[in-house]
């Protein structure tokens, strides 16, 4: 299986191609205005794949930038629309958790994205040889609470006691190449946990 994995919700965006398990191409870049089809174009012609030998595509939809995501959701979107193949969605989150067992982290691990107005998304995952387990689920916390964390995460620069990593297309890949059902084509809506908050205008006044 042919798979073609985004991961855009942080500023180092990544394009995987895999066939199957196996990781044939990954590019990368920290330039949130570069195309996603140039990186797509990029990471295709890395692995020497044709795009119409794509068979599935695997997104990362979040939580994080919320341009980023939503510019890789209409990529692949579009994509699966005019090819009819496999599109395969996770959390962002989720992707963390695997690049960090894929990095040899163990154990119960924190992990933090920016979830802007001085506040973070946080999840624990217990991680180990064999598997990854979701052992508190997305939060919003506030970031003094976030610097007190023994944690990992895209936007954990500044925190005495976390430590930078990104959620990797290559791992995003893994995941899609473990599946075997994959769900009707649908809309897809980013992961954005906040309630939504909004005022009311005031009605017109007559003249």
């Given at each position: ?71 890789a ?33 163990r ?13 973070y ?14 052992s ?43 599946q075997?059902?994959f ?25």
């Amino acid at each position: 299986m042919k798979i073609l994995a985004l991961e855009f919700s942080s500023r180092r965006r990544s394009v995987a191609v895999a066939d199957g398990a196996n990781l044939l191409a990954k590019v990368e870049t920290n330039e949130v205005s570069q195309s996603p089809l140039m990186l797509v174009d990029q990471a295709l012609g890395e692995a020497d794949i044709d795009q119409t030998h794509v068979e599935t595509i695997a997104l990362g939809i979040g939580p994080g930038s919320y341009t980023g995501i939503r510019s890789a959701i209409a990529t692949a979107q579009g994509w699966q629309f005019a090819n009819d193949i496999n599109l395969y969605t996770t959390s962002s989150a989720e992707i963390l958790a695997s690049t960090a067992r894929t990095n040899g982290i163990r154990g119960k691990v924190h992990f933090i994205i920016d979830a802007q107005r001085h506040e973070y998304y946080q999840t624990t995952w217990k991680l180990t040889d064999d598997s990854q387990t979701e052992s508190a689920p997305l939060q919003i916390i506030g970031v003094s609470e976030a610097a007190t964390l023994e944690a990992h995460g895209p936007d954990a620069t500044g925190f005495p006691f976390c430590t930078p990593l990104y959620p990797d297309a290559a791992a995003l890949a893994r995941m899609a190449a473990s599946q075997t059902r994959f769900p009707p084509c649908k809309p897809i809506e980013p992961i954005y946990i906040r309630s939504i908050d909004f005022t009311k205008a005031p009605p017109p006044r007559a003249l």
